[in-house]
C-alpha cells in the first residue's frame, strides 16, 4: 500500500467500523490448509458473535476497494493464524484435530488493527477503536 493512503484508509477503515454493534469473539477449535501429508497453514477458528465480524470485513473490503486497493476474491474465512509448516521439515498434520474442542476465553471485538506484514515481521500502521454509544 502505498504510504500516502494511509490517513485515507484510516478514515475509511473509522467509517466501516462506526457502525459495528458490540461483540464478542472467542478463538475455538483449529484447523490447517492444506491436506494432512502437505499441511501449509495452522490456525485457530473464530466463534462467537461472528455474523457482525463478517459484516464489519464486508465493510471493510469495500472501504478498502473503494480506494483502489487490491482485495482478496475468496469468501472470508475467519482464523487466527498461529504458523505455518515449512515445506522441507516433517509436519504434524494431526495437530489440529487434537486441538478440535478447544474454547478460549471470550473478548470483544473493540479494535480494527492495520498491519503491515513482510515475511515473518508485522508493523503497526494504525488502529481504529470502536466507539462505544
Given at each position: 500500500?502505498?504510504?500516502?493512503?494511509?490517513?485515507?484508509?484510516?478514515?475509511?477503515?473509522?467509517?466501516?467500523?462506526?457502525?459495528?454493534?458490540?461483540?464478542?469473539?472467542?478463538?475455538?477449535?483449529?484447523g490447517?490448509f492444506?491436506s494432512?501429508?502437505?499441511?501449509?497453514?495452522?490456525?485457530?477458528?473464530?466463534?462467537?458473535d461472528?455474523?457482525?465480524?463478517?459484516?464489519?470485513?464486508v465493510?471493510?473490503?469495500?472501504?478498502?476497494?473503494?480506494?483502489?486497493?487490491?482485495?482478496?476474491?475468496?469468501?472470508?474465512?475467519?482464523?487466527?493464524?498461529?504458523?505455518?509448516w515449512?515445506?522441507?521439515?516433517?509436519?504434524?498434520?494431526d495437530?489440529?484435530?487434537?486441538?478440535?474442542?478447544?474454547?478460549?476465553?471470550?473478548?470483544?471485538l473493540?479494535?480494527?488493527?492495520?498491519?503491515?506484514?513482510?515475511?515473518?515481521?508485522?508493523e503497526?500502521?494504525?488502529?481504529?477503536?470502536?466507539?462505544?454509544?
Amino acid at each position: 500500500m502505498p504510504p500516502d493512503l494511509l490517513p485515507a484508509l484510516t478514515g475509511a477503515v473509522g467509517d466501516a467500523v462506526a457502525p459495528t454493534p458490540p461483540a464478542s469473539l472467542r478463538l475455538a477449535g483449529a484447523g490447517r490448509f492444506g491436506s494432512a501429508r502437505r499441511p501449509q497453514v495452522f490456525w485457530a477458528g473464530v466463534d462467537g458473535d461472528v455474523a457482525v465480524l463478517t459484516a464489519l470485513a464486508v465493510r471493510l473490503a469495500a472501504a478498502a476497494r473503494g480506494l483502489g486497493l487490491p482485495i482478496e476474491d475468496r469468501p472470508f474465512r475467519p482464523h487466527l493464524t498461529l504458523g505455518r509448516w515449512h515445506p522441507r521439515r516433517p509436519a504434524d498434520g494431526d495437530l489440529p484435530g487434537r486441538l478440535a474442542g478447544y474454547r478460549g476465553p471470550d473478548w470483544p471485538l473493540d479494535a480494527v488493527t492495520l498491519v503491515r506484514s513482510s515475511g515473518g515481521r508485522h508493523e503497526v500502521l494504525s488502529s481504529v477503536t470502536r466507539r462505544t454509544p
